[in-house]
């Protein structure tokens, strides 16, 4: 990774995904478990940190709709047109952020069952 630039998050999400589904396939050890549960924290503030951004984007989105209504000018109108612009690849990301937390816990659950077994 360069210096000074942030990392691709969505690149980290899979590639851990991708390692942890190959550690419940080859059944590892409990610190991976720990360690993944650690990830699951660090995911869930970042999809929290989103869903806030979502729900202001969505906030002003309907501000510049009222506005459209009462007092119909172009201004608006191409505000109106950014938050939509902003919103619907805002959405597939929350989403796609959603969706991995969901397999997220079910792999947690797959290393408990693994480690149960071990026991």
Not at 25 to 48: K, P, S
């Amino acid at each position: 990774m360069k210096k000074g630039f942030a990392p691709d998050v969505s690149r980290f999400i899979r590639n851990h995904s991708k390692e942890m589904e190959r550690i419940v396939a080859e059944r590892d050890t409990i610190a991976d478990r720990a360690d993944h549960f650690v990830m699951i924290g660090f995911l869930q503030n970042e999809r929290m940190a989103h869903l806030h951004v979502l729900l202001a984007i969505i906030g002003f989105l309907l501000i510049s709709l009222i506005l459209i209504v009462l007092a119909p000018q172009i201004g608006t109108f191409v505000l109106f047109l950014l938050f939509v612009g902003l919103l619907i690849p805002y959405v597939f990301h929350y989403v796609f952020l959603e969706n991995t937390i969901q397999r997220w816990y079910e792999i947690y659950r797959e290393l408990e069952d693994i480690d149960s077994q071990v026991r």
